[in-house]
């Protein structure tokens, strides 16, 4: 990685030439005896080059946690930083690599991978500890692995604390919630079966639930089969209680995505697979509606690392991470444009989304609705392509577009998160306020206040992003958000506070809210507090 390719630093440096210490401080103190400070070897007295004991310039470049981007610059712009450092545990590596890999050692992911496991994704992320940092920098980020979040599914919620607890609530006609039963819950209770384990990533489908654990082991109860029942798809059988996804046991699991009539997983070595598609080789290979063994992707990601997956309706995006930058691809079913090539065809292998280069945006974060996508940026621009029915893209109008757009309307907002459903998004910026815009059905904007209701227009749409007063009066600052994305049910909504607390509204008929209605109540307009604390 050099200088070139690594973005703009946030350290700066003067440029001053490469000289020895004792000639920069030439003149001799008047005061008192200066003190001759001897370094290991025969170096000169008076100086004390980083060589002499490179423990303490790791020691300060992992203390400070550098990114990527600020090494890579250290190697462009001082030899000290780019040479041999001839230090453990590999004398050929310069300071900067090192300091990169004892901060990988530091990752969780990283930490039970063998020796030969590590120098394998060394080398799929380009051959340097600098670029696998940013590979696991990059996919905690923006799949926030490791921290409390929430998901919004269809009919059913899952939370996860920070801690690793998995709680459900709503809709359990498939044993969905995996407390045994089919009983429909309002409440949130934790997932009792997997105590002990810790859960650090939720995916969650129409009557089916995926959990991931900290070991990388794929937990599946619900449904055992994917798509909607309209379609009538096959497989009526119900599993009440987590049970381990056999054929995902020699694959460490990071990331799972439920599409319709898909699911994919994400390795940590950043390679994605999928399986249940069911329709000829629109992701990449041949399989049966009931082929459980997950395949890996074909074509132009075999060889890429990919930090996050994101799944809409039939069709997968996927954030990869290249020594060159960020990038995005997608596979699977074109209708709307929602894969972003500028047209409306299907895509039987994952193809690059190239209008990000066209855009000079560097994509940080990826969300894939039901109809249209999202992206943000690492400079805070947010993109929406897709089908832009009620509003959902953002750009005052209901046109659709094939390739990826800036919303203009948020030029002075930093963001830093976005989240998509059926016809919705939110945006999150970097002062902690919340943009919605698109389907005002079931309040799921949270733009519903007293005079809304009052004018009767408590479910209008939003074509533009409008601020949600709702969560700004909260004085909470908010991470995440979470939005139902399936076309046959009510939508709802989670906002997810730095302290950890959940606040849900929209649609909340089956109890999807965490929060308990009136008899004659099915949605609820302004965000209400569910009583789970995530931190």
């Known amino acids: 990685m050099d200088a070139s390719t690594s973005g703009t630093s946030s350290v700066q440096y003067h440029n001053i030439a490469e000289q020895p210490i004792a000639t920069i401080v030439t003149s001799p103190v008047s005061t008192f005896q200066r003190q001759v400070r001897h370094c290991f070897g025969n170096a000169t007295p008076g100086e004390f080059p980083l060589s002499a004991n490179p423990s303490i310039v790791l020691h300060v470049l992992t203390g400070c946690n550098l990114d990527p981007q600020d090494l890579a610059t250290l190697e462009a712009t001082c030899s000290s930083f780019r040479q041999p450092a001839n230090f453990a545990p590999d004398n050929e590596l310069s300071l900067a690599e090192l300091a990169a890999l004892d901060m990988c050692r530091k990752r969780a992911i990283f930490k039970p991978m063998t020796q030969e496991q590590r120098q394998d994704l060394k080398q799929r992320c380009g051959g340097s500890w600098k670029l696998v940092l940013r590979f696991l920098l990059a996919g905690e980020a923006c799949s926030r692995r490791e921290k ?40 949130p209770h934790p997932i009792r079966s997997l105590e002990g384990i810790r859960v650090i990533q939720a995916a969650v489908g129409a009557g089916r639930t995926m959990l991931i654990s900290d070991t990388g082991k794929v937990y599946a109860f619900g449904k055992d089969s994917f798509g909607e029942a309209e379609y009538g798809v096959q497989g009526n059988k119900v599993v009440t209680t987590p049970q381990l996804v056999e054929s995902l046991k020699d694959i460490f699991v990071v990331q799972a995505a439920i599409g319709n009539f898909f699911t994919a997983v994400l390795s940590r070595e950043g390679r994605v697979y999928t399986f249940s598609w069911g329709n000829e080789t629109k992701l990449g290979h041949q399989t049966e509606q009931a082929d459980l063994e997950p395949r890996a992707l074909l074509g132009a990601l075999e060889n890429i690392p990919v930090v996050q997956i994101a799944a809409g309706y039939c069709y997968l995006l996927a954030l990869a991470c290249q020594p060159s930058g960020m990038s995005v691809y997608s596979v699977g079913c074109g209708l709307g444009g929602k894969l972003g090539h500028g047209t409306r065809t299907d895509e039987k292998v994952p193809r690059l989304i190239e209008q ?20 943000v940026g690492k400079d805070g621009r947010v993109c929406t392509w897709g089908w832009g029915r009620y509003g959902c893209l953002g750009h005052g109008n209901e046109d659709c577009e094939s390739a990826p757009k800036v919303v203009e309307a948020l030029s002075n907002v930093k963001a830093v998160y976005v989240a998509t459903g059926d016809y919705t998004t939110f945006v999150v910026s970097d002062d902690g306020n919340v943009y919605s815009f698109g389907c005002g059905e079931s309040s799921s904007l949270g733009h519903n206040t007293a005079a809304a209701e009052a004018q009767g227009n408590r479910h209008s749409n939003v074509l533009l992003p409008e601020v949600v007063t709702s969560l700004k009066q909260l004085n909470e600052r908010v991470v995440q958000i979470s939005l139902t994305n399936s076309i046959y049910w009510n939508a709802h909504t989670f906002a997810l506070t730095e302290s950890g607390k959940l606040y849900a509204f929209g649609a909340g008929d089956k109890g999807q809210l965490g929060v308990e209605l009136s008899a004659n109540q099915t949605e609820r307009a302004i965000p209400e507090r569910v009583d789970i604390d995530l931190s």
Do not use: C, D
């Not at 919004?152 to 044993?175: D, T």
């Open 148 to 187: 409390s979040h929430a998901v919004a599914g269809p009919g059913h919620s899952v939370a996860v604390s920070s801690k690793g607890v998995a709680y459900s609530f709503g809709s359990n006609s498939s044993g969905q919630l995996g407390n045994g039963t089919t009983e429909e819950e309002w409440r």
């Open 356 to 375: 990000f280069q066209t855009l000079n945006i560097q994509p940080a974060v990826v969300a894939a609705g039901a109809w249209h996508a999202a992206v």
